[in-house]
């Protein structure tokens, strides 16, 4: 939700931190600051806006010296984004200083107790009641910094990473953790250290960090190993120390004018490794140890419940028509913000299957920790490693898509559906649901679409000069049936929310029982009509438009002649078995949508009131 970066060491720390806010600005960009020890006291400049607003601001307000410091790119929950309500945030005696990421949930009680004891607030955030109940708990207790961010944290209700120092005490920072991600990176011979909400801001000066986990904290001195401790009962915890897999490369735009375009075009790389090591095709075997482990409670699982939010929720939506197709398993897909509310009923007998790309969707981490509750086997769907939710469930698959940075997802969505189509499949054919020679033709055709996703890339071109078209219309509909029915809503999602034109994505069946009223000559509809499936029904579906006015771009199996003829515009995608034609109808949709965003001078990879990863509810 909001990003958090650190540094103590010998270098300077405001390029290393102002860098570092550039890379987690995918989090939340509605305002920046920075605080930075220069020696003598603390130097801090702070303001609505981006990290690149901050730079202008901070050039003329501090100078950038110090190899202490902290910074803060936020997304508003508590305080609408101004200058007063951007971090860092100081206590009122100006001796401490704090980012968070997270919301305080009991601020207001907290905040109407220091009021008693003498405190007044600057801002209308629930950071700086954290950070003044900090100073009143070590006035209080005479404690050190350490000790009093472990006091407060017991009192607080809510979620959490917090990055805080003391400028009376300027050889620590103190870290920690409740629901929302820390990392701290290790310098060699620790002679210095990084703070993060991920390793992106700190990959280029060491590959070793340590994620802390929940209710963790963790005091980092210069030269001195981690203490890492847990929030409650104080016990001491031994810090893992990982290994990072990701390089420089992965998180810079390579290129590209945008995180979006480049993530788009990684799609053939992305699912070539999210299939690699696992589908086996010349053995005829698809190989998946969460699954093999488990296999067990798949095969007599009663239901399988899905449990996401947004993208991925479509994902889990085409998930539902592998599953129920290939093996035979009944589904149910839940939005993770509905099911984790709604005593829903979970036996131990459902398996519970939550998709995510951050792996910090607060909504669906909530719904995983209900189902646990419940007795269900808990499977995760995740890209990013090592987060919170690959960690709370009981087994997963790694998607392998590599840093998704663009907030609008795309290669996570592709990626998803592959590594579902994978599992989909391992149980259709461990239940003999899938004749074996099906089961080889799936696995041929699985590992040819990266590079039919290749050839649907190449409208790229085609798909811009549509765009300019359309590009001021001010809705769209988006219609897809059966398979394609979760993408119709995919590219509606994708179009709203990076050029903020409204769109609808339906059942192209559905479209006669209300939303054809719409349709007349300034609306353009979408519709996916590839060769399989139910192709004659959605030419009937695209004939009913057109008798009606409405503009049609249609997404058509390659060398198609009836949608040609009544269509306003056709993108071709190659040929594919039914339950795969999700990968590459895909494409044209989120290149529609990314050209659309870039010709109404959108900011594409930050879209307006959004940030990548939702933890908070
Ligand atoms: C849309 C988008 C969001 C996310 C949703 C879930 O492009 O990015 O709708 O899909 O916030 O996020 P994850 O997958 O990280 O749980």
Redo the contacts with the bound molecule.
């Keep these: 939700m909001c990003g958090i970066t650190g540094y103590i060491g010998y270098r300077d720390a405001y390029p290393i931190i102002i860098n570092g806010l550039q890379r987690l600005e995918y989090r939340g960009y509605d305002s920046a600051g920075i605080v930075l020890y220069d020696g003598n006291d603390i130097v801090l400049s702070k303001t609505k806006g981006k990290v690149s607003d901050l730079l202008e601001k901070a050039a003329k307000e501090i100078s950038p010296k110090g190899n202490l410091g902290i910074g803060h790119t936020r997304w508003a929950t508590h305080g609408v984004p101004n200058d007063v309500n951007s971090h860092p945030h100081t206590s009122q005696s100006g001796n401490l200083v704090i980012v968070h990421n997270g919301i305080i949930e009991n601020y207001d009680t907290l905040k109407k107790e220091l009021i008693n004891r003498g405190y007044s607030f600057k801002s209308d955030t629930d950071t700086e009641v954290l950070i003044n109940l900090i100073e009143e708990v070590q006035k209080e207790n005479d404690v050190k910094l350490g000790k009093a961010v472990q006091i407060a944290l017991n009192q607080v209700i809510g979620a959490y990473a917090i990055a805080v120092f003391d400028k009376n005490k300027p050889d620590e920072i103190v870290v920690a953790r409740l629901g929302s991600p820390i990392a701290i990176g290790i310098g060699k011979d620790k002679k210095e250290f990084f703070v993060a909400s991920d390793a992106s801001p700190f990959i280029e000066y060491t590959k070793e960090a340590i994620y802390l986990e929940d209710e963790e904290m963790a005091i980092i001195r210069v030269g001195k190993k981690v203490k890492i401790r847990k929030i409650h009962d104080d016990s001491l915890v031994d810090a893992s120390v990982q290994k990072l897999q990701m390089n420089l490369e992965q998180i810079e735009k390579g290129g590209y004018e945008h995180f979006m375009l480049k993530e788009i075009y990684e799609q053939p790389r992305a699912i070539t490794d999210t299939y690699r090591g696992r589908l086996l095709r010349e053995d005829g075997i698809i190989k998946m140890m969460g699954v093999e482990d488990n296999m067990k409670k798949f095969l007599n699982a009663d239901r399988i419940i899905i449990v996401?939010?947004?993208?991925?929720?479509?994902a889990g939506l085409v998930a539902e028509y592998i599953f129920e197709d290939l093996a035979r398993i009944p589904v149910e897909v839940e939005y993770?913000s509905e099911f984790r509310y709604r005593n829903p009923v979970i036996t131990e007998n459902d398996i519970i299957i939550a998709?995510?790309?951050?792996?910090?969707?607060a909504d669906?981490l909530a719904a995983i920790k209900l189902a646990k509750s419940r007795g269900a086997f808990v499977f995760g769907v995740?890209?990013?490693v090592g987060s919170s939710?690959a960690r709370e469930t009981h087994a997963g698959a790694y998607t392998h898509a590599g840093p998704?940075i663009g907030?609008?997802?795309?290669k996570?969505?592709t990626t998803?559906i592959t590594v579902l189509s994978l599992i989909a499949l391992r149980l259709a054919r461990a239940k003999g649901t899938v004749s074996s020679s099906d089961y080889r033709y799936y696995l041929q055709e699985l590992e040819l679409i990266p590079e039919k996703v290749k050839m649907a890339l190449t409208s790229d071109d085609h798909i811009k000069k549509i765009s300019e078209i359309y590009k001021d219309a001010t809705n769209f509909l988006y219609l897809g049936r059966g398979y394609n029915f979760p993408v119709a809503l995919?590219g509606a999602?994708?179009l709203k929310?990076?050029s903020y034109i409204h769109a609808e994505g339906y059942p192209a069946a559905e479209m006669k029982h209300g939303p054809i009223a719409l349709i007349d000559e300034n609306m353009p509809i979408v519709v996916i009509a590839t060769s399989k499936g139910h192709y004659e029904k959605v030419v009937s579906n695209i004939q009913e438009i057109k008798s009606r006015s409405g503009q049609i771009i249609a997404v058509v199996t390659e060398g198609d002649v009836q949608v040609k003829e009544i269509a306003d515009h056709v993108i071709e995608i190659p040929e594919t078995n039914e339950g795969f034609t999700p990968l590459l109808t895909t494409i044209p949709l989120q290149l529609l949508s990314y050209h659309i965003a870039v010709m109404r001078n959108c900011n594409v990879d930050q879209p307006r009131n959004?940030a990548?990863?939702?933890t908070v509810e």
């Excluded at 996401?308 to 479509?314: F, I, L």
């Excluded at 998709?355 to 969707?361: F, K, L, V």
């Design positions: 996401a939010c947004g993208t991925s929720w479509h993770a998709i995510s790309q951050s792996g910090e969707t669906t995740c890209n990013v939710i998704e907030v609008a997802s795309t996570a969505f998803q995919e999602l994708k929310e990076i959004l990548k990863s939702v």
